[in-house]
């Protein structure tokens, strides 16, 4: 869990976990979130879940295993790394391995679920990919590796142990290196939003001018009216759907299971669950609830035009 300090440094420049997301490679963050992240005057810290209390927690335990299956010896760092010639390429890296005869590479522990291992496309994905190239290419730059290989070392759901190991890409490095330095001068140094290449990042960049408004191109009228046929249609389709599942539960009644041919084709079962009632909640302990409640707010995108056909 990093602290308050360690944050505020980290804003200073572009981290191993920031580069996927700059370079649009990452399922999680996205250039937008980066840029907000590091131009913000506040710095929030994050609340610390299970998941990262625990990565935490086995880090230690997961680099030793790794020195005991690879033989090599596990060097923990607990310092920021800053590129000898770029001081906004920041690295904070896990760990250094290094080999009998002395040499060293990047240690990269990680702990994750056998679920989420199963998804990757490749060895590794791209956030793991993107963050570890990083840290070789600082890292070398300031002489503590020698060796032009990284290990990663991943525990899958606690009982299933893996080492990665990952190539120095030289190709790679030379075009993410470009885009992340353009990022940071041209957006981060600038406080300059990024041109928005997706709707989510609209959301992120913009509030809503009430009653502003502009004329829409052919192009775009046309995708007004694709998106209001595709509306119509899954309405069309949710209704449909809701016509069939009445029709089979009248034949099933009181079954759990629908078979054809002695093959199982349909469940029905009974499902129960807890949900808070926030009505009573609030009608009993109205100062407590008003307490907890936090105001949110979001765009509602409504067509105005009628699908045709």
Not at 62 to 77: C, L, P, R, T
Not at 187 to 198: C, I, K, Y
């Amino acid at each position: 869990m990093l602290t308050k300090e360690q944050l505020i440094e980290r804003k200073k420049g572009i981290g191993g976990s920031d580069v996927a997301a700059i370079l649009g490679l990452s399922n999680y963050r996205d250039i937008v979130d980066v840029w907000k992240d590091k131009t913000a005057d506040e710095v929030v810290e994050r609340e610390e879940n299970q998941k990262m209390r625990w990565g935490n927690i086995l880090e230690t335990p997961v680099a030793d295993e790794y020195a005991i299956q690879s033989g090599n010896k596990s060097i923990a760092s607990d310092v920021m790394l800053v590129h000898p010639n770029i001081p906004f390429m920041l690295a904070n890296i896990d760990r250094f391995y290094q080999l009998p005869d002395g040499r060293r590479g990047i240690l990269e522990i990680k702990t994750t679920s056998k679920h989420y291992m199963s998804g990757w496309k490749y060895d590794l994905p791209m956030e793991y990919y993107c963050q570890v190239q990083h840290y070789m290419w600082i890292a070398k730059a300031l002489g503590l590796t020698q060796l032009d290989e990284a290990h990663v070392a991943i525990l899958a759901s606690g009982q299933e142990f893996t080492i990665v190991p990952v190539a120095f890409d030289n190709e790679y490095l030379k075009n993410a290196i470009l885009t992340l330095g353009k990022f940071w001068n041209d957006h981060v140094v600038t406080r300059t939003a990024p041109e928005p290449t997706t709707g989510d990042q609209v959301e992120k960049l913009f509030s809503a001018l009430a009653d502003k408004e502009i004329e829409a191109s052919k192009e775009v009228m046309l995708l007004v009216t694709n998106l209001a046929m595709s509306t119509a249609q899954r309405l069309e389709m949710e209704k449909r759907e809701k016509e069939l599942k009445s029709q089979i539960k009248l034949v099933m009644r009181d079954a759990e299971l629908l078979t054809y041919d002695s093959d199982l084709i349909l469940t029905w079962k009974e499902m129960t669950s807890n949900r808070l009632d926030q009505r009573a909640l609030e009608k009993d302990y109205p100062e407590l609830v008003a307490g907890y409640k936090k105001e949110s707010s979001y765009r509602k995108m409504d067509v105005k035009i009628k699908a045709e056909g």
